[in-house]
């Protein structure tokens, strides 16, 4: 049997990632002999060394950008996405009143959302949108992005510097949600993040971009000599490596489509695992066909996997790399999250600490039923490739109401249900269901078999009600986009297309509407 080497230092790694062909041996001794000097003064094991990407100040935000007016806003919004010019329109003002004395997954108001029915316009020949009136909604006062201090976390990630760079894929927006104070500056959180076959110059790019949007990130270049699943356990060498180790109390892997909605209530959350003690802190798939073949009670990486110091100090300690004269493991898996269990489990007493709060999210298709749900979920993944959400500008109302708003539902007295930062929906033949089931909306790569469907997520989610895609019963207008105007105000701008069939009655041969219909919301302190 063979190991393979002990994962390169982070001085060895810096000095690998400044590297150019180009530069002369002596220019090149220099920078060598300056890295070694950056670590004798400023050891691993004591200040924090500045890294490459790091906000070196947390009071140097983004440059402000000009306020647009709320018309200028939506006109571009609509343009972008080739909306218009005739829409249907309405609009409502609410005002969100923290003092709910918890968060609950329906909250009903007694109003009527749109007291006035949706008008017709021409968004190029309007001056001025109709007004929406104001109404006040009670929610549970909860922290905004700007006042959580992450700094007990580090997280670490490996990806690609094609999907760090890609417009579909890149996780910027979305991480700048929840590793800043969503104003340019570091929460407090760390983040490393290793690029697989790139070069130094895609690392500086990545380390600039990082930097510019505010998140405290070490770009590094993953082990060339490792494959996926040996990666993946190398980020908790990395994750014991860095500097600020010592002042860490839970660190984090991750998928680079991993977001956390709630960090306040995640920080509270990890409270009751003592970071001096060993703990390894995660969830399974919501799939139990999935539990069932893999055999095997463990963290699933896209859901977020957390320990303690102790337990990735014994990770460096352990054969986990450890491969046979055919070059296969020799704890025998593929994927990284398995390895990193199988490691555990196989030498070490540690059973997992089960958070099912995280969300793996191994549903496939439509997954409005999970996040109209109204649940508090710590976790979202998979949401750029098994499904679509952009869980970034769907977070932005948490500037206004704060975290706990995010999602949260609200049900008005004419059968509208806002779903706040993913949609509004309105059931015109009333809500003869009930709304606190999820809804079966997603499946399991096929649809054709609808009770295995059921079976297969009935653990995570309890009994699915049936899906109103289709039935005309459910007309939904789900988030287009949203801007925070000013301290403490949000606008929405929600949109259901004419031709999305899933709002129409197919059986009763109910037709698309003329034109795409538009929803925005402002919530106001």
Same mark, same amino acid.
């Given at each position: 049997?063979?190991?393979?080497?002990?994962?390169?230092?982070?001085?060895?790694?810096?000095?690998?990632?400044?590297?150019?062909?180009?530069?002369?041996?002596w220019?090149?001794?220099?920078?060598v002999?300056?890295?070694?000097?950056?670590?004798?003064?400023?050891?691993?094991?004591?200040?924090p060394?500045?890294?490459f990407g790091?906000?070196l100040s947390?009071?140097?935000?983004?440059?402000?950008?000009?306020?647009?007016?709320?018309?200028?806003?939506?006109?571009?919004?609509?343009?972008?996405?080739?909306?218009?010019?005739?829409?249907?329109f309405?609009?409502?003002?609410?005002?969100?009143?923290?003092?709910?004395?918890?968060r609950?997954?329906?909250t009903?108001v007694?109003?009527?959302?749109?007291?006035?029915?949706?008008?017709?316009l021409?968004?190029?020949?309007?001056?001025?949108?109709p007004p929406?009136?104001?109404l006040?909604?009670?929610v549970?006062?909860?922290?905004?992005?700007?006042?959580?201090?992450?700094?007990a976390?580090?997280?670490?990630a490996?990806?690609?510097?094609e999907?760090?760079?890609?417009?579909?894929?890149?996780?910027?927006?979305?991480w700048?949600?929840?590793?800043?104070?969503?104003?340019?500056?570091?929460?407090?959180?760390?983040?490393?993040?290793?690029?697989?076959?790139?070069?130094?110059e895609n690392?500086?790019?990545?380390?600039?971009q990082?930097?510019?949007?505010?998140?405290?990130a070490?770009v590094?270049?993953?082990?060339?000599?490792?494959?996926?699943?040996?990666?993946?356990?190398? =980020?908790v060498?990395? $994750? &014991? @490596?860095?500097?600020?180790?010592?002042?860490?109390?839970?660190f984090? #892997?991750v998928?680079? !489509?991993t977001?956390?909605?709630?960090?306040?209530?995640?920080?509270?959350?990890?409270?009751?695992?003592?970071?001096?003690?060993?703990?390894?802190?995660?969830?399974?798939?919501e799939r139990?066909?999935?539990?069932?073949?893999?055999?095997?009670?463990?963290?699933?990486?896209?859901?977020g996997?957390?320990?303690?110091?102790?337990?990735?100090?014994?990770?460096?300690?352990?054969?986990?790399?450890?491969?046979?004269?055919?070059?296969?493991?020799?704890?025998?898996?593929?994927?990284?999250?398995?390895? =990193?269990?199988?490691? $555990? &489990? @196989?030498?070490?007493?540690?059973?997992?600490?089960?958070?099912?709060? #995280?969300?793996q999210? !191994?549903?496939?298709?439509?997954?409005?039923?999970?996040y109209?749900?109204?649940?508090?979920?710590?976790?979202?993944?998979?949401?750029?490739?098994?499904?679509?959400?952009?869980?970034g500008?769907?977070?932005?109302?948490a500037?206004?109401?704060?975290?706990?708003?995010?999602?949260?539902?609200?049900?008005?007295?004419?059968?509208?249900?806002?779903?706040?930062?993913?949609?509004?929906?309105?059931?015109?033949?009333?809500?003869?269901?009930?709304?606190?089931?999820?809804?079966?909306?997603?499946?399991?790569?096929?649809?054709e078999?609808?009770?295995?469907?059921?079976?297969?997520?009935?653990y995570?989610?309890?009994m699915?009600?049936?899906?109103l895609s289709?039935?005309?019963?459910?007309?939904s207008?789900?988030?287009?986009?949203?801007?925070?105007?000013?301290?403490?105000?949000v606008?929405?701008?929600?949109?259901?297309?004419?031709?999305?069939?899933?709002w129409l009655?197919r059986?009763?041969?109910?037709?698309?509407p003329?034109?795409?219909s538009?929803?925005?919301?402002t919530?106001?302190?």
């Amino acid at each position: 049997m063979s190991f393979l080497k002990p994962s390169p230092s982070f001085a060895k790694r810096t000095i690998n990632m400044l590297h150019r062909p180009a530069v002369s041996k002596w220019r090149w001794s220099l920078v060598v002999v300056f890295i070694l000097a950056l670590v004798w003064l400023h050891p691993l094991s004591g200040t924090p060394l500045p890294q490459f990407g790091t906000k070196l100040s947390s009071t140097t935000g983004t440059a402000k950008q000009k306020p647009k007016t709320e018309l200028s806003f939506i006109k571009q919004l609509l343009k972008d996405n080739k909306i218009g010019p005739e829409i249907q329109f309405a609009s409502r003002t609410i005002r969100y009143v923290p003092d709910a004395l918890e968060r609950l997954p329906m909250t009903d108001v007694d109003q009527e959302l749109f007291s006035n029915s949706f008008v017709d316009l021409s968004i190029n020949k309007v001056k001025k949108l109709p007004p929406g009136n104001i109404l006040d909604v009670h929610v549970h006062r909860s922290v905004r992005p700007d006042q959580i201090d992450a700094s007990a976390l580090l997280f670490a990630a490996s990806t690609t510097f094609e999907r760090f760079s890609s417009e579909k894929t890149t996780p910027i927006g979305e991480w700048t949600r929840w590793l800043t104070d969503g104003k340019g500056n570091s929460n407090g959180a760390g983040l490393i993040l290793t690029l697989f076959n790139t070069s130094s110059e895609n690392i500086h790019m990545a380390s600039k971009q990082l930097h510019e949007a505010g998140i405290n990130a070490t770009v590094l270049a993953s082990n060339r000599n490792l494959d996926m699943a040996g990666r993946y356990v190398d =980020l908790v060498h990395l $994750l &014991h @490596n860095h500097p600020s180790r010592k002042q860490r109390k839970y660190f984090s #892997l991750v998928d680079d !489509d991993t977001f956390f909605p709630y960090m306040g209530e995640l920080l509270h959350t990890l409270k009751r695992y003592n970071p001096d003690r060993s703990h390894y802190i995660g969830t399974f798939t919501e799939r139990t066909d999935w539990m069932l073949h893999n055999k095997a009670p463990m963290a699933y990486g896209g859901a977020g996997v957390f320990m303690t110091a102790p337990v990735i100090q014994k990770v460096t300690e352990l054969p986990c790399l450890e491969k046979d004269d055919e070059g296969d493991y020799v704890l025998g898996a593929d994927q990284g999250d398995r390895l =990193l269990y199988n490691c $555990l &489990h @196989n030498y070490t007493e540690l059973a997992l600490s089960y958070l099912p709060r #995280l969300r793996q999210e !191994d549903q496939m298709g439509d997954a409005s039923g999970f996040y109209e749900a109204g649940l508090q979920h710590l976790s979202f993944h998979h949401y750029h490739t098994w499904h679509e959400l952009w869980p970034g500008k769907m977070h932005i109302v948490a500037d206004a109401c704060g975290e706990d708003c995010v999602l949260q539902r609200f049900r008005f007295k004419d059968d509208f249900i806002i779903s706040n930062g993913y949609s509004v929906s309105h059931y015109p033949k009333g809500i003869d269901f009930d709304p606190l089931q999820m809804e079966a909306t997603f499946d399991y790569g096929t649809m054709e078999d609808q009770e295995f469907r059921d079976v297969v997520f009935s653990y995570a989610f309890g009994m699915l009600r049936k899906g109103l895609s289709y039935t005309g019963r459910k007309k939904s207008w789900e988030l287009l986009g949203a801007v925070r105007e000013k301290e403490g105000t949000v606008k929405q701008v929600y949109l259901k297309r004419r031709g999305d069939g899933r709002w129409l009655d197919r059986e009763g041969g109910e037709e698309h509407p003329e034109n795409d219909s538009v929803v925005v919301l402002t919530w106001i302190p």
